[in-house]
T-cell receptor, first 111, second 115 residues
Framework: EDKVVQSPLSLVVHEGDTVTLNCSYE??????LLWYKQEKKAPTFLFML????IEKKSGRLSSILDKKELFSILNITATQTGDSAVYLC???????????FGTGTRLQVTL | NAGVTQTPKFQVLKTGQSMTLQCAQD?????MYWYRQDPGMGLRLIYY???????DKGEVPNGYNVSRLNKREFSLRLESAAPSQTSVYFC??????????????FGSGTRLTVV
C-alpha cells in the first residue's frame, strides 16, 4: 500500500520566521512528488518534483526531492500571515497519475 | 476558464438517501478522479477513470459507484448514504500522462453532510 507521511502535523511560527516541512513516502511506481497549498477550498499547485537534488523555487518557497532516501522538504522563508494554510504533499504513481496524499501540515503564521 | 466544475457545492442527506455528485471538465483531459477529504486528513482516492470507458477503485471505494459518462463527465453516486460518508468531495482531472502531475486540476469541492 502506498504511503505518504508528513511532519510536523501542525506548526505555529511568527511572521518572518523560516519553516521546513517534511514529506516521506513509500510507494510503488513513483512518477513525481507534488506540493499543494490548501486554504479552505481546493488544493492549489505549488511544485512538482521528479528528479533528486534539483531545487524548485518560487519566490519565498522552495522544495527539493531525495529519491534515494524517499523524502522531500518544502521551505518557506520570511513567512507572512498569508502563508497560513495546510500544505499537502502528494506522490503521483502509475500510468493513470493517481495521487496519494499525506495528511498535511497545518501552518499558522502569527504577527 | 471553467476547468473542473462540480455540483452541488453543498448537500445534506438523511441516512439511506441516495444522490449523485456531478463533475465535468472542459480541458480534454483523459483521466478523472474522485477524492474525499475528512477533517485533519489529506485527500483519499475513491475511484478514478484513466480514460473514457474505464473506471477503477481507489483507496476507499466502499459505498460508492461511478460512471464515466463521456470524456468530459465523471459522476459519483452514493446509493445509500451513511454518516461515515460525511466529507468534502473533490473531483479532479489530468492529462493522465505519467510524470505530468502538475496537470492536475481540482474542482471547488462538494461539502456533504449525512445526518
Amino acid at each position: 500500500e502506498d504511503k505518504v507521511v508528513q511532519s510536523p502535523l501542525s506548526l505555529v511560527v511568527h511572521e518572518g520566521d523560516t519553516v521546513t516541512l517534511n514529506c516521506s513516502y513509500e510507494v510503488t511506481n513513483f512518477r513525481s512528488l507534488l506540493w499543494y497549498k490548501q486554504e479552505k477550498k481546493a488544493p492549489t499547485f505549488l511544485f512538482m518534483l521528479t528528479s533528486s537534488g534539483i531545487e524548485k523555487k518560487s519566490g519565498r518557497l522552495s522544495s527539493i526531492l531525495d529519491k534515494k532516501e524517499l523524502f522531500s522538504i518544502l521551505n518557506i522563508t520570511a513567512t507572512q500571515t498569508g502563508d497560513s494554510a495546510v500544505y499537502l504533499c502528494a506522490v503521483e504513481t502509475g500510468t493513470a497519475s493517481k495521487l496519494t496524499f499525506g495528511t498535511g501540515t497545518r501552518l499558522q503564521v502569527t504577527l | 476558464n471553467a476547468g473542473v466544475t462540480q455540483t452541488p457545492k453543498f448537500q445534506v442527506l438523511k441516512t439511506g438517501q441516495s444522490m449523485t455528485l456531478q463533475c465535468a471538465q472542459d480541458m480534454n483531459h483523459n483521466s478523472m478522479y474522485w477524492y474525499r477529504q475528512d477533517p485533519g486528513m489529506g485527500l483519499r482516492l475513491i475511484y478514478y477513470s484513466a480514460s473514457e470507458g474505464t473506471t477503477d477503485k481507489g483507496e476507499v471505494p466502499n459505498g460508492y459507484n461511478v460512471s464515466r459518462l463521456n470524456k468530459r463527465e465523471f459522476s459519483l453516486r452514493l446509493e445509500s448514504a451513511a454518516p461515515s460518508q460525511t466529507s468534502v468531495y473533490f473531483c479532479a482531472s489530468s492529462a493522465g500522462t505519467a510524470g505530468k502531475g502538475y496537470g492536475y486540476t481540482f474542482g471547488s469541492g462538494t461539502r456533504l453532510t449525512v445526518v
